[in-house]
């Protein structure tokens, strides 16, 4: 590459084999640090999505509301129906009714069912042969083109 062609910032950059061992080991050490407040971060969030499925739909006024709009305020007369039941509701709507093919891939997802990405529907495998993905599976089964 010229230096025409160099990126800007890139040419006062010193390859990581070219540093000494003390910096090599500087910089490995602080990207352990970050990776490890990443993770940290990561498990966080992930608890709070946790704890905040397992949240009974009736603490929220406007998430009640918002449910009797969608047509699932069946939900709110459920003993038990928590945030999870609210999501997984939706997305099954999604999917049946309102014929989202990208809630369909999910529900069959979220049960272990999710077609693989690409099928080869030819059993010899050909050049031209014809490729299925996930989406025209979702698709032909909600009956959408």
Known sequence: MSEKEEHAGTKNLIPFSERTKEEQKRITRMGGIASGEARRRKKAARQEMLD???????????????????GLGFLLKEKNATMQTALIASIFRGASIDGNPKLAELALALIGEKPADAVNVNANVEANAKVVTAADVAKEILGKK
């Open 52 to 70: 905040l499925l397992e949240t009974p739909i009736e603490l929220s006024p406007e998430f009640q509301k918002a449910l009797e709009e969608s």
